[in-house]
């Protein structure tokens, strides 16, 4: 099972990335503040992929 999530994961986090590079665009939020939103964004969906890959395993 972990053969196929993880590689899922990575291709989650990448397309979230780049979805939140748009909204920093677009949003025209300031440099500055880009890392922490990157970073909120970033535990969010690692706890949720984690919590979802848990819940697959066990279920």
Known sequence: MA???IPLA???LF???Q???TLCIQK???EEKQPKVFR???VLITIL???SYIEVLFA
């Open 49 to 51: 992929l984690i919590s």
């Open 28 to 30: 025209e939020i300031p």
């Open 3 to 5: 053969l196929y999530f």
């Open 40 to 42: 909120t964004i970033n």
């Open 19 to 21: 979805l939140t590079n």
């Open 15 to 17: 397309i979230i990335n």
């Open 10 to 12: 990575t291709v989650i």
